[in-house]
Nanobody, 118 residues
Framework: QVQLVESGGGLVQAGGSLRLSCAAS????????MGWYRQAPGEQRERVAM???????TYADFVRGRFTLSRDSARNTVYLQMNSLKPEDTATYYC????????????WGQGTQVTVSS
């Protein structure tokens, strides 16, 4: 019932910036939580940043102060502004949506690759 389309990944030098976008469609009015996870090869998927339906944001310690999560006025698109990128930020970034409606439903984007060169 929710479809996610990601964009904005790419190759950037250390210290540079990228902005990821995730556009949700479908039953977007039911979204309780939206944000980003990332996964590097051979590593566990980890939460990067999340925003609630009322606009509260949380960040992983390793990105706090460098990344900023925001959403548009329609509340169906989120953006992850990534500044001061480090090589260890290299990963596949996945948009994530949680819908709580007589159950918990998780939705994932296809993933967008972020590569930070040193």
């Amino acid at each position: 019932q929710v479809q996610l389309v990601e964009s904005g990944g790419g190759l950037v030098q250390a210290g540079g910036s990228l902005r990821l976008s995730c556009a949700a469609s479908g039953s977007t009015f039911s979204i309780n939580l939206m944000g980003w996870y990332r996964q590097a090869p051979g590593e566990q998927r980890e939460r990067v940043a999340m925003i609630t339906s009322v606009g509260s944001t949380t960040y992983a310690d390793f990105v706090r102060g460098r990344f900023t999560l925001s959403r548009d006025s329609a509340r169906n698109t989120v953006y992850l502004q990534m500044n001061s990128l480090k090589p260890e930020d290299t990963a596949t970034y996945y948009c994530y949506v949680l819908v709580i409606n007589q159950g918990h439903y998780n939705y994932w984007g296809q993933g967008t690759q972020v590569t930070v060169s040193s």
